[in-house]
């Protein structure tokens, strides 16, 4: 995903209302802009911080400069939760994802399961449906360690039983976790700030919804898949069946 053109670089002075940030351009002008992420952001709105913002000059916008990518523990992470469905979309026909890009037809934001709509549904003739939801990470606080989710999260929890039912329907089921960062090689579930989640993501595993995560590398110009990381989570014996006859899930 190539940025229409090159981002602004400024320091970070303080983000707000979650949704707002302030900062001082490289020529000293102070500005307010938007911040396309809702989430916690956590480790990642330290004032004094280096960041790159995107310029908008649509006249129905309110803030012409908007959060795109923040230096922490000497790396750039990208914040802008409506990228990754994009980045995701690229790394299936990379062929980073399992054997994704070899489905015939892709289709965004398609409704499923309770009022749901799943990010990416692929068809194929011969392998039938696959459901791809996609979770921005950029959450790390041990090196080389990612972790999801960064705050807890019952859509989350919601997203993961849906995709255990589309299996038992029938069908293939994929989270995909898309790290915005590129100093990571693992991805975890983090059970302390969620063990909501993370009882979610055992059940899922157990019912056969598939786990993969894909890292970025980032620059002012451009944020694009690099390749897949380690889900690092325990391996589960899949308890739909007896114990005598029962497989391990590999991922």
């Known amino acids: 995903m190539n940025f229409s053109r090159p981002l602004v670089p400024a320091t970070l002075l303080q983000r707000y209302k979650r949704f707002l940030f302030e900062a001082d351009l490289a020529d000293g002008t102070r500005i307010t802009g938007s911040c396309p992420n809702t989430g916690s952001m956590r480790g990642l709105t330290t004032p004094g911080s280096a960041v790159w913002l995107s310029e908008h000059d649509s006249p129905t916008r309110k803030y012409r400069h908007m959060l795109e990518i923040v230096e922490a523990n000497g790396t750039l992470v990208g914040i802008n939760t409506g990228l990754p469905n994009r980045i995701a979309e690229e790394a299936i026909a990379a062929g980073l994802v399992s054997d ?47 972790e999801f989710p960064d705050s807890p999260t019952q859509r989350g929890a919601k997203h993961l039983d849906e995709l255990g039912d589309m299996v038992e329907a029938g069908h293939r089921a994929i989270m995909l976790y898309l790290v915005q960062r590129n100093d990571c090689g693992v991805l975890r579930i983090c059970r302390d700030l969620d063990p909501v989640y993370a009882r979610a993501f055992e059940r899922a595993a157990q019912r056969g919804v598939e786990a993969y995560a894909i890292r970025c590398a980032i620059s002012p110009f451009e944020i694009v898949p690099a390749g897949a990381m380690i889900v690092d989570e325990p391996v589960l014996a899949d308890l739909r069946k007896p114990p005598e006859t029962s497989k391990v899930l590999e991922w």
């Open 100 to 146: 994704l890009h070899t489905y015939e037809t892709l289709r965004r934001e398609q409704r499923y399961g309770r009022n749901s709509r799943i990010d990416i549904l692929l068809s194929d003739p011969a392998k039938g449906l696959a459901y791809v939801e996609v979770k921005n990470v950029h959450f790390s606080r041990a090196k080389t360690l990612a």
